[in-house]
C-alpha cells in the first residue's frame, strides 16, 4: 500500500512541480514532503498514515482540531526548506549562468 502511495505522490509532486518549471526543485521537494510526512493515527495506536490526510479526515469526519497530527510536519517542512535553501545555494555557488 505505501509503496503504491510513493509512487503517486512523486508522479503527483513531478506534474505540481511542471506547472512551475522556474521553481521545479523547490516545488517538488516541499510538496512530496507534505505528501509523505506520517503520523501515527491514534494516540495509542502504531499504525501510520500521511500527517495532512489524517488532520482533513480527524476535522471533517471526527470533528477533531487537534494539531497533534501535524507535528512531524512541523518539524519536516522546515528542514526540508532548509535543504531546499542549501541545495540552491550550492548550485548557484558552483555552478554560476553562463550569459
Known sequence: MWSMYLISSIIFSHF??????????????VVL???LTPTQIGSSDNSLSPAIFTFFFNIVFEK????RVLRP?????PLSIILVSFIIYLKRRFFPLKD
Not at 510536519?73 to 517542512?77: G, M, N
Request: aromatic share 24%; glycine share 0%; net charge positive.
Open 16 to 29: 505540481l512541480s511542471i506547472i512551475f518549471k522556474k521553481y521545479y526543485l523547490a516545488v517538488f521537494i
Open 33 to 35: 514532503v507534505l505528501m
Open 64 to 67: 477533531d482540531y487537534s494539531l
Open 73 to 77: 510536519l512541523f518539524l519536516s517542512l
